[in-house]
């Protein structure tokens, strides 16, 4: 496997924010947890938050597409989702008492699948859907952030995701940002960003998240 980045902390959650605050996990997308990452954590750190940031590939990261495909088809999905229960776990012995999940591509499935489990009460999820075999009940408000331009399998399309989603009484909201593709938002993969609709998205993302943890 080529293009390899070493990254802090390796396997560790990198913790943002004061113990005891509402908690927001950011799951990482399928390059790793890339440096872009702790901008959007301070940024919800400066909203308020408790802030923790999993290493779901043990302290490695790309920026190349293919390796990226390598690491996640490496990933065990079992594992990656406890990792998540983890973080919630320390979070809730330090006094949190709600507790978002915003995930991107890889992570922001990791996420939806997740939040099945109730342990959630809001889930931002950029990129991403459930195909109908792994859809279950989604009892938290969802936020859905699309790319205008992706690829989905069959089953996995936004419009029969969300429709699934409200057939459940799922409340859900979504946006697609026009001229984007797919990993908009990860301001580390250069020739992928849209300045302009992450930002836009990140916004709607902190809206979202105080609407659902804190007010």
């Not at 440096?35 to 308020?48: D, F, I, R, S, V």
């Not at 342990?119 to 109908?132: E, F, I, K, N, R």
Request: aromatic share 10%; glycine share 10%.
């Amino acid at each position: 496997m080529s293009d390899l980045v070493a990254i802090p902390s390796p396997g560790v959650p990198l913790y943002y924010g004061e113990p005891g605050s509402p908690l927001v996990v950011l799951v990482h997308d399928w390059y790793g947890r890339l440096p872009w990452l702790e901008n959007y954590a301070k940024g919800l750190e400066h909203q308020g938050y408790r802030v923790a940031v999993p290493d779901l590939y043990a302290g490695v990261a790309t920026i190349d597409e293919t390796t990226a495909e390598e690491l996640m088809n490496e990933l065990d999905v079992a594992t990656a989702l406890a990792s998540v229960d983890d973080v919630i776990q320390v979070a809730r012995m330090e006094g949190t008492e709600r507790v978002g999940v915003v995930g991107f591509s890889l992570g922001g499935w990791l996420t939806l699948l997740h939040a099945q489990g109730g342990a959630v009460d809001a889930v931002v999820a950029y990129y991403a859907t459930l195909g109908t075999s792994q859809h279950g009940v989604i009892p938290c408000p969802v936020l859905l952030q699309f790319a205008e331009a992706d690829e989905w399998g069959e089953g996995e399309d936004p419009e029969s995701f969300v429709d699934r989603l409200k057939d459940h009484g799922t409340p859900v909201t979504e946006f697609t940002y026009l001229g984007t593709a797919h990993s908009f938002a990860n301001a580390t993969i250069v020739d992928r960003v849209d300045v302009n609709a992450a930002a836009l998205a990140f916004a709607r993302t902190a809206s979202f998240l105080e609407k659902h943890l804190v007010d």
